[in-house]
């Protein structure tokens, strides 16, 4: 039984437009069920409170709390910003609905890796040595620096990560931060997961 963690809640980030998959990557089921549902079943086995970020209009099955963008036109930061808004006083563990390999073994190697007394926690890119933002722990103290990052003009969630004093992984897997962007290479993954 995995110990569940304190004074951090998990986000799905789900809000993105998918317009490259052509159907709703939080949809699609590499794993018996739609994405989404399945990493509300993972990320519950660490946090307590699990949310789906999304836009106002998308619909999801089941009784997820959603947290709907308050910003618009800053891609993945728009999510992570309203959860912060809706919660500044807790981490956010975000993930991203179209990384099909993430497990529980990935959630256990990114929480213990955590340190509390850096703004966040993430794995580094070992082929690009850029961050992965969707797949990263948002320190409650990282919070008023994205808000000057935007207020700024900067919504890039990788430099702000690139910038900020962080605790970097590097992932056992590169698979694990690798998501799919296409129908075609959905379909594939898929059938690698069964």
């Not at 549902?37 to 409170?49: A, I, P, R």
């Not at 991203?96 to 509390?116: I, M």
């Amino acid at each position: 039984m995995t110990a569940i963690q304190s004074n951090i809640k998990g986000l799905i980030l789900a809000g993105g437009q998918s317009s490259r998959m052509g159907v709703d990557k939080a949809l699609f089921d590499y794993h018996g069920m739609p994405q989404y549902q399945y990493l509300n079943k993972l990320l519950h086995e660490f946090v307590e409170e699990v949310y789906i970020s999304c836009r106002p209009e998308q619909k999801f099955d089941g009784d997820i709390p959603r947290i709907e963008d308050q910003y618009e036109d800053i891609g993945p930061m728009a999510g992570v910003l309203s959860a912060f808004k809706k919660d500044s006083t807790c981490a956010w563990l975000a993930i991203a609905c179209d990384l099909p390999y993430v497990d529980s073994a990935t959630l256990t190697l990114l929480l213990t890796n955590r340190e509390r007394t850096k703004e966040a926690t993430f794995f580094i890119d070992p082929e690009t040595s850029f961050p992965e933002p969707l797949l990263t722990i948002y320190e409650p103290t990282l919070y008023p620096i994205m808000l000057k990052s935007l207020t700024a003009g900067q919504t890039s969630l990788n430099r702000i990560l690139l910038r900020c004093d962080s605790k970097r992984i590097k992932p056992p897997d590169i698979r694990i931060i690798r998501g799919a962007n296409t129908k075609e290479e959905a379909e594939r993954i898929k059938k690698l997961l069964s």
